[in-house]
């Protein structure tokens, strides 16, 4: 009995929002087959309680957009960047159609971030290259001269993702480092772009309000970065932090329990 009325409040408990999870898989968003969102005004989107922001400056031809958008593209041979809003995995993470793609721009000054209501644990997400960052690593084009690895294959590139937590009061509270591309093994076997959906766990940044990302790669010009400074996501799961009263009526109904077991355990005696 003891253990059915603990049971029974740590689901009561989950069920009331103290432990309440939720994962941003962009499949509550519409879209027509092949397609993306672009929107040409500064402005946020909303799915699975996160929210993504998208940035737009008017430079004319309807240029230019930077941070977050959604995508169902799924072309992964077509190179360049009128090919920038396809997964290089070919769809989105576990077969569905929807995924998240963000542009990091160094000269917009605002990097891509997913922002929540309150405070959350994020377990992790799903990770891979859009085709236009992978077939230039892959292949190089006009801005990358040399494909990843060199002439030789033995030049040590990388492409690495870097994802920031940030609590309600904007301190940091963690990093998580995932390279897209890695060239850096002297078996040359052993390197990789990223062609797959992967899992990244963010467990390690905690408690955080926000996420925020930016992208490094050891391919840098003139001007900056070579690599087309672009990432997919998908399936982004977190956890609400509980409030402060909802732990506290935990604490207190595992206390009754308690007290209601000994009672019963003295009057078996």
């Not at 891979?128 to 590139?157: C, H, K, V, W």
């Not at 402060?244 to 009057?267: D, E, H, N, Y």
Request: charged share 10%; proline share 3%; glycine share 10%.
């Amino acid at each position: 009995m003891k253990t059915l009325s603990i049971t029974a409040l740590l689901a009561g408990f989950a069920l009331s929002g103290g432990a309440a999870a939720a994962v941003s898989t962009f499949d509550d968003l519409s879209l027509a087959p092949e397609s993306n969102f672009f929107p040409m005004a500064t402005t946020t989107f909303t799915s699975g309680g996160a929210t993504y922001n998208h940035t737009f400056t008017d430079w004319g031809n309807g240029c230019c957009s930077a941070n977050w958008v959604y995508s169902n593209r799924t072309d992964t041979t077509t190179a360049g960047a009128d090919n920038q809003f396809s997964s290089y995995a070919g769809s989105g993470a576990q077969g569905s159609s929807n995924y998240g793609l963000a542009f990091v721009d160094s000269y917009s000054g605002a990097n891509p971030t997913v922002s929540f209501a309150g405070p959350v644990t994020v377990s992790g997400a799903y990770f891979t290259n859009t085709t236009y960052a992978a077939l230039s690593m892959l292949e190089g084009d006009q801005f990358a001269i040399y494909p990843f690895g060199g002439s030789d294959g033995d030049r040590p590139d990388w492409f690495k993702l870097t994802i920031e937590g940030w609590d309600a009061g904007n301190a940091l509270t963690g990093s998580v480092d995932f390279y897209l591309a890695d060239y850096r093994f002297a078996d040359n076997s052993l390197d990789y772009i990223v062609d797959e959906w992967t899992w990244v766990d963010l467990s390690s940044l905690g408690a955080v309000s926000s996420l925020s990302f930016s992208l490094n790669s050891s391919d840098v010009g003139q001007f900056g970065m070579n690599t087309p400074a672009y990432f997919a996501m998908d399936n982004l799961a977190v956890a609400a932090v509980p409030e402060p009263s909802q732990v506290a009526m935990f604490l207190a109904g595992l206390g009754v329990l308690g007290m209601a077991a000994r009672r019963r355990q003295k009057t078996a005696a």
